[in-house]
């Protein structure tokens, strides 16, 4: 039961969608909406020095547009004006 607590936690505060674009320092992840009649959200994700990559990929040079992600943001007040990306994790 706890463990299933802190799973449902972990996943709550990430971004779950596709890769649509990228700039230098930063890619577009469009995520489906839960209305299927909405538009799909597209967020802009900025990486940081500290931004990790797991499993298929190492490298923001490696993240191809199409690919499916997480992104796991750096812990800022809700206010911040920017998803910054502690972690990218392909799915």
């Known amino acids: 039961m706890i463990v299933g607590s802190m799973l449902f ?3 709550c505060g990430s971004y779950k969608g596709t890769v649509v674009g990228k ?3 930063s890619f577009m992840l469009e995520a489906a909406s839960a209305n299927s009649e909405a ?3 597209v967020h802009e ?3 940081i020095d500290q931004t990790t ?3 298929d990929i190492s490298a923001f040079e490696e993240l191809e547009i199409g690919d499916q992600v997480r ?3 750096a812990d800022l007040s809700e206010d911040f004006p920017y998803i910054l990306a502690l972690e990218v994790i392909t799915e």
Do not use: Y
Request: proline share 11%; no cysteine.
């Open 23 to 25: 700039t230098d320092s």
């Open 71 to 73: 992104v796991v943001p």
């Open 53 to 55: 990559f797991d499993r």
């Open 39 to 41: 538009e799909p959200l």
């Open 45 to 47: 994700i900025h990486l």
């Open 9 to 11: 936690l972990a996943a």
